[in-house]
């Protein structure tokens, strides 16, 4: 394989294949490695995502995250209608549970009218139950345009793509050292050595260490939170027909315990967000003891923790307690019950957060003279993975 290349993407999960595939649709020809550790692409969050198609309704009208899930939304359902990739516009409700809730409700609701969305609805309890029948809630949104996919499916595809246009994709290469000069960056890996011209980290969990060593000054440190799911046993089906949020808490970046229809059958409950003992630490005791160390030094995990530490005990409670994990879906479902749930899976979610404790909500992307960082792409990414391409690669595109 040739060793110089005009760009090099370190990560093969789907912030990283859009963005090569969006760089060889957008300059044929050039020579593009994309480097993956794992043995197999999309092995981390976009393989163990639960595969919602986010409409935006969440987001702070102007973010980056809200302008990327809009256009990333319409340029991912063009793409699967064209390579006859698999998807469902089911809808989803949000639920509010109780009178506290409705302020924020009203807000969502706000925001999924100014960021754009078609057909939300707010509804009544009544209504909530015609869609939903097993559901609790006083009040909720309709919210038809969320769908539900295969993102594994879809990062296959990126990857044939990216292939058939000329770029190289190499698995199980770990990048081991990132040495810039005044012309290349020189790329190790654990099984070679490749100069490019410029370099886009991808690296999703390990963001932040490989920006360092890009010269990149950051400020940031990825915490790894692990979000365990629950499945669904078949009997137990008819409870959920589609997808069923509650509000979330505006203090925190994640959606609280969901339901929600698989696209290739199944219905799973959760997540949870305990924080992972492993940047890749997907059971339970998975420790990694110097990447917890970093962690529980960082000061802005410290403030985060001396802040929120009740609702993070009661996270890792649930995390060990099937009966509170149960407790927590019966406020939107009271019928549910222990018996109805067998062990699902879990992901792990690479959250930024800063110096001074704030768990950073949006996108975020770093540039120096080498390398291009995207060093925060939690949800809704994988929607918005064609979007956050086209910004990227325009970036790259410009230094060409």
């Not at 050039?30 to 550790?37: G, N, V």
């Not at 539900?148 to 990062?155: L, P």
């Not at 530490?309 to 994990?325: D, I, L, N, P, V």
């Not at 749930?341 to 690479?350: K, P, S, T, V």
Request: one cysteine or more; proline letters at 4%; hydrophobic letters at 35%.
């Amino acid at each position: 394989m040739a060793k110089n290349h005009d760009v090099i993407v370190i990560g093969g999960g789907i912030v990283g294949l859009a963005t090569a595939m969006q760089l060889t649709n957008k300059k044929p020809g050039i020579k593009l490695l994309l480097l993956e550790k794992e043995t197999a692409i999309s092995s981390h969050q976009t393989g163990n995502n639960s595969g919602v198609i986010h409409s935006g309704i969440y987001y702070k009208p102007g973010s980056l995250k809200a302008t990327n899930c809009r256009k990333g939304y319409d340029l991912l359902l063009d793409f699967c209608d064209k390579e006859n990739i698999k998807y469902e516009l089911c809808g989803k409700v949000i639920v509010a549970t109780d009178e506290h809730q409705l302020q924020s409700l009203d807000t969502l609701f706000e925001r999924g009218n100014l960021n754009g969305l078609k057909g939300i609805k707010m509804i009544s309890e009544k209504e909530l139950h015609e869609i939903e029948p097993h559901v609790h809630g006083i009040k909720g949104i309709s919210v038809p345009e969320t769908g539900i996919i295969d993102y594994k499916e879809v990062s296959l595809k990126y990857a044939e793509n990216i292939q058939k246009a000329g770029g190289i994709i190499q698995t199980g290469e770990k990048v081991l050292h990132i040495k810039p000069s005044k012309n290349h960056v020189t790329v190790e890996t654990n099984k070679g050595s490749y100069e490019t011209k410029l370099l886009v980290n991808c690296a999703g969990l390990y963001s932040d260490k490989v920006a360092k060593m890009t010269g990149q000054d950051i400020d940031i440190k990825i915490i790894p939170f692990r979000g365990e799911y629950f499945k669904l046993k078949k009997e137990s089906h008819y409870l959920v027909k589609n997808l069923i949020y509650p509000v979330p808490d505006p203090a925190f970046p994640f959606l609280g315990v969901h339901f929600t229809r698989m696209v290739n059958g199944g219905i799973e409950a959760g997540p949870n967000a305990v924080l992972a003992f492993a940047r890749e630490g997907y059971k339970k005791l998975q420790i990694n003891l110097p990447e917890l160390t970093e962690t529980l030094m960082w000061p802005g995990f410290q403030k985060v923790a001396a802040k929120y530490w009740s609702t993070g005990f009661g996270e890792m409670y649930r995390s060990f307690s099937k009966s509170a994990f149960t407790k927590a879906l019966q406020k939107l479902i009271p019928e549910i019950q222990k018996s109805d749930l067998e062990e699902g899976g879990a992901g792990i979610r690479a959250q930024a957060c800063d110096r001074n404790g704030g768990l950073i909500d949006d996108f975020l992307i770093y540039e120096n003279e080498h390398a291009v960082n995207v060093c925060n792409a939690p949800s809704p990414a994988a929607t918005s993975s064609l979007a956050i391409g086209d910004t990227v690669s325009d970036l790259i595109l410009k230094r060409f």
